[in-house]
């Protein structure tokens, strides 16, 4: 189904793709932006073949992946041939639920193949899944910044000696009907971590490679904070708060590791900005800070972790209460008070109302702030 015809996007199409979307507005950006993606590359790779002409671009296309292939063989040729695996678990898998549900990582090295599984992991459940393309690609980021950074990220090449074996029906392989709505931050997120753990243990085979491995830090789960409700302006919200992508990134063999060094698959990691969060949603935030000693044992430590305070009014006026989180934020439940000034009008757009409403704000955080302080 094609979704842009002859460079127009197809309303009608779009139509019903937002529709499955609780946030259609954002999704609509979303997919914008991946158009727009797509177009750049696709606008330089024409460039290039102007530039160059297609025999040559298309050569060192294929001479990047071929001399990738031969970087990730000559690892292979170091390290020791067995079975690696890791477990780990996630709970809560739809409202009401307590349970736990077990997540399996089986890694195999034999010769130049490498052969992953996820025979073990619980079956589909709730809305935690994720399908086999999200489980793959997990597995797929960790072995990009384990064994094919020296490469520019070119994992074409190790692909052609690497092998999935899925366990269709398991929650991180799971097939239709089941929920994947929340797979980025659920099943593909502690997919992720299992594998940075068994491509480490494999690389600790070899006193070179061995510099390489890496522990998994202050996130080995997204902690992510999702609060909604009705805002200081009386109107509906929704809101996630990404201040856990400031965790630790764990130890290294030969070094501690880096404190709120963040999502070490990321250049840019970057959470929100207290000031914008304030003005915008009914949350207060106390403060942000890293935490001494926190980095636990031994000659290399995970280094310091990161704490945030939270808080919200609890009735019209009334006093302020707070929330602290050791290593991540805690949910701050929005509730309305007539404490935080309320919009007029939802028509008040005039430069001037809005920039009242921001200094009220501004004003009533800093109250707020200097009053939970003092008690505490």
């Not at 296309?61 to 170091?78: C, G, P, S, V």
């Not at 366990?167 to 659920?186: E, I």
């Not at 480490?200 to 085979?205: A, D, R």
């Amino acid at each position: 189904m094609k979704i842009v015809e002859r460079g127009e996007l197809r309303r009608d199409i779009e139509g019903v793709y937002l529709r499955a979307s609780r946030k259609p507005y954002l999704v609509a950006l979303d997919l914008r932006a991946q158009i727009a993606g797509n177009n750049t590359a696709k606008r330089r790779i024409l460039g290039l073949i102007r530039r160059y002409g297609p025999e040559v671009v298309k050569g060192v296309m294929r001479k990047i992946i071929d001399n990738a292939e031969q970087a990730f063989l000559q690892k292979l040729a170091k390290l020791p041939d067995g079975v690696w695996r890791e477990r780990s678990y996630v709970e809560v898998a739809y409202v009401g639920d307590r349970k736990t549900y077990q997540v399996m990582l089986n890694m195999q090295k034999r010769g130049d193949r490498l052969v992953f599984d996820n025979a073990g992991t619980a079956p589909q459940v709730g809305a935690i899944n994720t399908t086999y393309s999200g489980w793959r690609g997990s597995i797929m980021t960790a072995i990009n910044e384990l064994l094919c950074w020296d490469q520019l990220y070119a994992i074409g090449g190790a692909l052609r000696h690497i092998e999935f074996q899925p366990a269709l029906g398991a929650f991180t392989s799971a097939a239709h009907p089941a929920s994947v709505s929340t797979a980025p931050v659920q099943a593909m997120e502690i997919s992720l971590y299992p594998a940075y753990n068994t491509i480490s243990k494999l690389l600790s085979g070899d006193p070179e490679l061995k510099r390489d491995a890496m522990c998994i830090g202050g996130t080995s789960q997204f902690p992510l904070t999702v609060f909604r409700g009705i805002d200081q302006w009386g109107e509906k919200f929704g809101y996630l708060l990404l201040d856990p992508m400031v965790g630790a990134i764990g130890a290294f063999s030969f070094r501690d590791g880096i404190a709120t060094g963040g999502q070490v698959r990321s250049p840019i990691c970057r959470i929100g900005n207290v000031e914008h969060n304030e003005q915008s949603f009914p949350l207060l935030v106390l403060y942000r800070r890293e935490n001494t000693d926190s980095g636990g044992a031994g000659k290399r430590s995970v280094a310091r972790t990161c704490s945030c305070s939270s808080a919200r009014s609890t009735s019209s006026r009334g006093p302020m209460t707070s929330t602290r989180s050791r290593s991540r934020p805690v949910p701050a439940t929005a509730t309305r008070s007539s404490a935080i000034p309320r919009r007029s009008a939802r028509t008040s757009t005039s430069a001037t109302s809005r920039c009242t409403r921001r200094a009220s704000s501004f004003a009533w955080c800093s109250r707020a702030r200097r009053k939970i302080c003092a008690s505490t």
